[in-house]
């Protein structure tokens, strides 16, 4: 493999984000949707209970970060279809407003997400080497694009993107990853508690140990308590390597949120719109039948900002294990 190698240094994360493409975005379409339909109204009937009320908590990060999560941010394409689901791979199309299908809009936001983690908790965990994300932007305003990376269980890191040239460049990092604006290790994804609030509480003193910052200096608490931790749920669901049942215990969390609403049917699943305090408005797609998130508008960056995509468009994610490094 020919990669050029970067020693490891404080400013690796920024490093990365210089690599990224320019805001930009994606589409997915799938005419799927009436068996969507009808696993989510049987897992309803099945096994999905009421999220416990949650007050809201507004907070307010940096635009930058929304989370790889709502993940959102991202999907994840590696998993195996659970029980009865439908599997495939969708291609790539404008992302739809809202569905006039009468039984779409019944479904409530809350009831899409519970759906997702329902099968998710039930999805055996990937096994790899290297833990793989690839964003397709599909241009929106702008030039479509692609960034590709891959991360080793011990630091690692693989970059490939337009701006290097599609030259691969690598990374040493003992924290490879991002949730909520801390880097983290993979131990620690790992070792995420598997219960909604314990999760978030866990997140909570996360974000709070990191040091983390946005524009205008350090995070008050309210705002750790709040965006910035709905913002990793998203992230956990969508672009991190988390346990199937931390992921399951996220999309539980992120239903408990008052400001998610169902956009009903749209290209590649159901669409969620997810609101907050000071930010732009997110939306993603997510496929219940195999708790992946197939379309999002934004993702969280390397160095732990928010991108949304440029325009009106997405980006289409994949995350996934694997045994391949780039060549």
């Not at 791979?89 to 019944?106: E, I, K, V």
């Not at 305003?141 to 692609?146: A, I, L, N, R, T």
């Amino acid at each position: 493999m020919n990669a050029t190698s970067t020693p490891s240094n404080p400013h690796e994360y920024e490093d990365l984000a210089w690599l990224l493409p320019e805001p930009a975005e994606s589409e997915l379409p799938s005419d799927r949707y009436l068996h969507i339909q009808e696993f989510v109204m049987s897992q309803i009937q099945q096994d999905l209970r009421p999220a416990p009320q949650r007050p809201r908590r507004a907070s307010r990060r940096r635009v930058a970060y929304l989370a790889s999560a709502l993940a959102a941010t991202a999907a994840i394409a590696g998993v195996a279809v659970a029980a009865g689901g439908i599997g495939g791979t969708a291609t790539s199309r404008a992302l739809p407003g809202a569905s006039n299908t009468a039984a779409a809009t019944s479904l409530s936001g809350q009831q899409i997400l519970l759906a997702a983690a329902t099968t998710a908790e039930h999805l055996p965990n990937g096994a790899g080497n290297y833990w793989y994300l690839k964003v397709v932007s599909d241009g929106g305003d702008g030039k479509p694009s692609v960034f590709e990376m891959w991360n080793g269980r011990d630091g690692q890191t693989w970059f490939r993107g337009e701006k290097n040239a599609g030259t691969v460049t690598k990374f040493e990092q003992l924290n490879p990853f991002v949730l909520g604006g801390a880097k983290v290790s993979y131990e620690q994804i790992q070792a995420l508690p598997t219960e909604p609030a314990a999760l978030k509480a866990s997140i909570d003193q996360i974000i709070s140990n990191g040091d983390v910052r946005s524009s205008g200096g350090d995070l008050t608490a309210a705002q750790q308590k709040q965006q910035a931790v709905l913002e990793s749920l998203i992230s956990l669901v969508s672009q991190l390597p988390a346990p199937q049942k931390v992921r399951a215990a996220a999309f539980r969390a992120i239903a408990a949120y008052p400001n998610v609403t169902s956009l009903g049917q749209v290209d590649g699943g159901l669409g969620l719109r997810i609101t907050f305090a000071e930010l732009p408005a997110a939306r993603l797609v997510i496929d219940p039948t195999s708790a992946q998130v197939r379309r999002t508008d934004f993702i969280v960056s390397p160095d732990g900002s928010l991108q949304f995509a440029a325009g009106r468009g997405d980006f289409t994610l994949t995350s996934e294990w694997t045994d391949t490094l780039p060549k």
